[in-house]
């Protein structure tokens, strides 16, 4: 359940007026011990797609969207207020963190965006819609290559 306050924390300090949690698996506990606007994704098991598509529609429609994700601890304020400087350099452009062989989340999708995210689903994230664009802004984020997704991971994270 700290994950989620981990995450909040860093976004809350960049988007101060609205942050918007999708919580699934064990979400009576985790909403009982956060401070932000939430919503439960019934269908949190089918992929990252659905709750993607869910805390968008909780935005406003004009709102540029900034996506990151609980399961990467180490990501920090300074990270993606980084992010989001580079994005209203060309805000009509998907700004992309980029770490280790890969890129993706955190990103900041421009308000264009929303029908895309929206129509997402299952395990549809939103890697599938940015692989189709040839125009990235992309942000080396190193801090986003250690994800939390096992307990040996977790275990990592502890020992630190």
């Not at 401070?35 to 019934?42: A, Y």
Request: with cysteine.
């Amino acid at each position: 359940m700290g994950e989620v306050r981990g995450a909040l924390d860093p976004a809350r300090s960049v988007v101060h007026d609205r942050v918007v949690a999708v919580l699934g698996y064990q979400a009576e506990q985790i909403s009982r011990d956060i401070d932000c606007d939430w919503v439960v994704n019934l269908d949190w098991q089918a992929g990252l797609g659905s709750s993607l598509s869910l805390g968008t529609s909780r935005l406003p429609e004009q709102a540029a969207i900034l996506v990151t994700l609980c399961d990467q601890p180490r990501v920090t304020a300074e990270d993606l207020q980084g992010l989001q400087d580079r994005f209203l350099e060309n805000p009509t452009t998907p700004a992309v963190s980029v770490y280790g062989d890969t890129w993706g989340v955190p990103a900041v999708f421009p308000p264009g965006w929303r029908n895309r995210l929206l129509k997402l689903s299952g395990d549809r994230g939103a890697r599938v819609l940015l692989a189709e664009q040839p125009d990235l802004t992309r942000v080396c984020m190193e801090n986003a290559a250690f994800d939390v997704d096992t307990p040996a991971d977790r275990e990592q994270l502890d020992a630190i």
